[in-house]
């Protein structure tokens, strides 16, 4: 996602490279506002992968 890294750290990944000079044709502005982003919990929040569907609340009523 590039979460946390700075322009130079994702162009010096081949893989992100590739993603950044796609996103770049489109967005160019990006790196400036990516500079910001990054290191804004507002924009930088946390992945998750959790299931939407799951229902923890029951499970942990299961468990206490």
């Known amino acids: 996602t590039g979460a946390g890294l700075s322009f130079e750290e994702l162009n010096e990944n081949e893989k992100t490279r590739t993603l950044l000079d796609r ?19 507002a924009y930088n929040t946390p992945f998750s992968t959790a299931d939407p569907g799951q229902d923890f609340e029951a499970e942990a009523m299961d468990v206490f």
């Open 23 to 41: 996103l770049l044709q489109t967005f160019p502005w990006w790196v400036d506002l990516h500079g910001w982003w990054r290191t804004n919990p």
